[in-house]
């Protein structure tokens, strides 16, 4: 599945942003979709997660309580909305999708090509 990206940019700290993630060419909904993030030498983090129905959720500890994880399979999108943000959350964000609702990036076979965030102070 090619998943593609949508949304980030530049917001003042205890604003509000929404990312989009679409996916293409396989069923979207056979799949587990995951937001991942990384910031300047820094790994990859978790952010969140949702199963393929999007019922179940998980979230990294940095974000709980501020972003929420959806999906629109009809739409072949999942999103995650971001509020309260923190300088500290500027990353560029990935989208990702496998089988199995986990935090660890090598468990997710396809990935996005990322969209930067940034959050100024």
Partial sequence: VQLVESGGGLVQAGGSLTLSCTGSGRT?????????????????????????NGDMTIYGDSVKGRFTISRDNAKNTVYLQM????PEDTAVYYCAAGWFLVSTMNRYTYWGQGTQVTVSS
């Fill in 28 to 52: 979207f909904s056979n799949y587990v979709t995951a937001w991942f993030r990384q910031a300047p030498g820094k790994e990859r983090e978790f952010v969140a997660g949702t199963v393929r």
């Fill in 83 to 86: 509020s309260s943000l923190k």
